[in-house]
């Protein structure tokens, strides 16, 4: 019998309250010197060792810590720094590293994408002219730490060489080769440090293998990880993907490394019949994960234990690591604070720690040393009182959402027809200008929401503050001269709690963080039941908004893929099922603005793109579904009710016929932060429905300049119609300060004015007004 051990892959960075974004936003505020954030982040990450070792860990992963985003991190590691910021070639500043993930008053910000398809962004390394250099041993760092303070004796984890490339911009196909040349000494001067210092093992996260890999990607992979063994004999590589199920498996257990890390959750499937037809190398150490490392609902273990039991007879009995799916950076801390939430939830919850306890229990029951361990009696229980609960078997809200499932949702009329409609209802200027929705959340407003809260408010005096900001915004909008409003939002914190809060089978965690990007932190929801309308949602505060301008003001939803994706759902149902619940619930939504004549409605699904499946062979079967849940949401208006919608940081050349699939009047798409690269799939994709191109970063305080702008819509005109155009920014605005906000609109609304005299179609008075 093979030997067992619990491992980890990862911890989130965050701390129990925070403390991790706290402490870096102090920092960036002038608030705590370089040292004293390096000693207050040291305490989050040593105290993360500690709780793994405490909870039985065998295998501690190290180096997964963080000042921002582990992508970043390798890029500046090995000098992939953008030429646009002055790097004099030493090490990487903490300022300098913050500008790149930020931007600064010289130079733009690195984009910033989807890791995968989960709800963390990364920053994209870029690879310029500049040669790379080893600036700091990353992992060398975190295993002396672990070690020398804690007595731990780690596994260091860094991004593996393949993956980093297939992460990065600038590259063309003949330049990896190249790429990989300049790079491959440099990982193996890293590992060469760590074995001088002792180090057994080190992790390689290569989540890229399970995409989709070509003969020349099982080449470089080869050469790659030959290199590696060749150079540093005495140390053993652990291979990680996770994910999905890897690819080229027969490939991959061939290569010189000494043990490969699969997902058993999300790629169960793949990798068990991967195991079943290629067998499992003698001598090599496979990392089984799982325990679910994205969503936050207990492991059934006993399903668990004998899924491992038939990896072990699948693979030969091997050494093995019972591990989650993933790094546990994608759910939250602990679930022992929840205090809130009804007792047949609290104890359905398994977030970081408890996966811990979960993970060590699988081991002791594999292992057959003693009775079952008393987590499993427990386990039991708690997914049986789960199950049983009402909330999960409303048999009208299943039907309806299955009807949805193959009835038409189509508009009644095609796209030109409603146009006109439109035209001649809102009389639009040429390019007309808007904003995403959100506008700044102060402090002022945050506060008086906690005040509301915690009863020091009553409801009509937190109504009557709304209403104030609302006013205010209305009127600086005006001012600006914007052509489609907004309310600004300030009713609602989280654009997806907002609703989850108003609809039956959404629940809420007081602590339930996760990191998003940089210090963005979000609190999923939990769709734990049967999801149905019950009521408006935000016609209030809009209905409001609109009579106090003759301007139109939008209507602003959040779409029911951006809800399933940005939350998390409950595993005894499909997604699709739970899509086609959350729609039905909008459309009703929907309905009611329009019923309140409230005609431009916006349905945000910015989360549409990062729920695409890894694989392209199953790409079809999930666009499907999620451009019908959009369009049950959307369908039932009028002709002449113009439906937007919003999608951001995403790759979109490759979804350009799903977008369309969309049926939205009009769609704005992020486009900034990427440096207009998505101008480029216009040029061989048309698009005949009206678009938006985001003109500037709403994620860097930086304020562009009207040229910048400017020279942004050019380039979109160069290959859009014009007379189907909108202007606006990247994303909402709530992150953002006051005084910016209103500078760079401004900025925004004279660049919109500058290229419609270009095109002679001015609309400040004499410049030609139609």
């Not at 038939?310 to 093995?320: D, F, K, N, S, T």
């Not at 987590?375 to 039991?380: G, I, S």
């Not at 959040?558 to 595993?571: D, H, K, M, Q």
């Not at 605005?733 to 900025?747: D, H, S, Y």
Request: aromatic share 8%; charged share 25%; hydrophobic share 40%.
């Amino acid at each position: 019998m093979g030997n067992i051990k619990s491992g980890n892959l990862g911890y989130p960075r965050i701390g129990g309250q925070r403390e991790w974004k706290k402490q870096i936003e102090a920092y960036w505020a002038g608030k705590i010197t370089e040292q004293e954030l390096h000693e207050g982040l040291a305490g989050i990450r040593l105290g993360n060792l500690r709780c793994q070792r405490d909870r039985g860990i065998d295998v501690i992963p190290v180096g997964d810590f963080t000042y921002y985003d582990h992508v970043l991190d390798t890029a500046t590691m090995f000098g992939l720094v953008p030429e646009r910021f002055a790097w004099n070639g030493d090490k990487v500043s903490l300022d300098l590293y913050y500008a790149i993930a930020r931007g600064n008053d010289q130079a733009a910000a690195s984009e910033m994408t989807k890791w995968f398809n989960t709800n963390y962004h990364y920053i994209v390394p870029e690879l310029g002219t500049r040669d790379p250099r080893l600036t700091v041993n990353r992992p060398l760092m975190a295993y002396l730490e672990a070690k020398q303070e804690l007595g731990i004796e780690g596994r260091p984890v860094l991004l593996g060489l393949f993956t980093l490339l297939k992460l990065s911009k600038g590259e063309t196909a003949h330049e990896v080769d190249a790429w990989i040349e300049k790079l491959l000494p440099l990982y193996v001067q890293v590992l060469r440090e760590l074995e001088a210092v002792g180090a057994a093992w080190v992790q390689l996260d290569e989540p890229a293998l399970v995409i989709q890999l070509t003969d020349e990607d099982v080449r470089r992979l080869g050469h790659i990880y030959r290199t590696i063994a060749r150079e540093v004999p005495g140390l053993r590589i652990l291979m990680q993907t996770y994910f999905d199920a890897a690819e080229r498996y027969e490939a991959l257990v061939e290569l010189p490394i000494h043990g490969l890390g699969l997902d058993f959750v999300h790629g169960r499937d793949g990798n068990l019949e991967a195991l079943r037809r290629y067998g499992f190398p003698a001598g090599k150490t496979l990392g089984a994960g799982l325990i679910d490392g994205r969503n936050i609902w207990r492991a059934d273990l006993d399903e668990g234990l004998s899924l491992l039991s038939e990896i072990r007879v699948l693979a030969g009995e091997p050494e093995l690591i019972v591990q989650p799916s993933c790094s546990l950076l994608h759910v939250p801390v602990s679930a022992a604070g929840e205090e809130r939430l009804a007792p047949v939830l609290r104890e359905a919850l398994a977030f970081a720690e408890q996966k811990l306890e979960e993970l060590t229990s699988l081991c002791e029951a594999a292992s057959g040393d003693g009775p079952e361990p008393a987590r499993f009696a427990e386990n039991r229980r708690a997914l049986a009182a789960l199950a049983a609960d009402p909330a999960r078997s409303r048999a009208a809200v299943r039907e309806e959402a299955a009807q949805a499932a193959v009835a038409p949702a189509e508009r009644a009329s095609e796209f030109a027809e409603r146009r006109r409609k439109q035209q001649a209802k809102w009389r639009l200027p040429f390019l007309p200008t808007t904003t995403i929705g959100s506008f700044p959340q102060t402090a002022e407003v945050r506060a008086a929401r906690q005040k509301w809260r915690k009863g020091e408010w009553s409801p009509g005096q937190y109504e009557e503050f709304i209403r104030a900001e609302i006013r205010k915004w209305v009127e600086i909008q005006e001012e600006l001269g914007l052509d489609v409003l907004v309310h600004g939002e300030f009713e609602r914190t989280d654009m997806v709690e907002f609703f989850g809060e108003k609809l039956p089978g959404f629940a809420f965690t007081q602590g339930g963080w996760v990191q998003s990007y940089g210090t963005r932190c979000v609190k999923p929801p939990l769709i734990y039941g049967d999801v149905e309308f019950t009521g408006p949602m935000t016609v209030k505060e809009t209905a409001y908004a609109q009579s106090l301008t003759a301007k139109p003001v939008k209507g602003m939803l959040t779409g029911p893929i951006t809800i399933l994706n940005w939350s998390f759902v409950r595993s005894d149902l499909s997604r699709e099922q739970v899509a086609y619940q959350i729609a039905l619930a909008l459309r009703g939504e929907v309905e009611a603005l329009e019923q309140a004549g409230i005609e431009l409605i916006q349905v945000d699904e910015p989360a549409l793109r990062e729920g695409l499946p890894l694989k392209p062979k199953d790409w079809a079967n999930y666009l499907s579904w999620a451009v019908k849940a959009f369009r049950v949401t959307t369908s039932s208006v009028r002709d002449t009710t113009q439906i937007h919608t919003h999608m951001c940081y995403c790759e979109f050349d490759d979804i350009l016929d799903e977008i369309r699939a969309l049926d939205a009047d009009v769609i704005s798409i992020e486009t900034s932060r990427s440096h207009g690269e998505l101008v480029h799939s216009f040029e061989q994709h048309t698009y005949p429905l009206g678009i938006g191109l985001g003109v500037y970063d709403i994620h860097s305080p930086r304020v562009p300049t009207e040229a910048e702008m400017a020279a942004l819509i050019d380039r979109a005109l160069q290959v859009l119609d014009p007379e189907l155009f909108w202007i606006n920014p990247d994303c909402g605005l709530k992150t953002r300060g006051q005084e910016e906000t209103v500078a760079a609109l401004r900025q925004m609304t004279a660049a919109a004015e500058q290229v419609r005299r270009k095109y002679g179609k001015g609309t400040k008075a004499g410049e030609g007004k139609e």
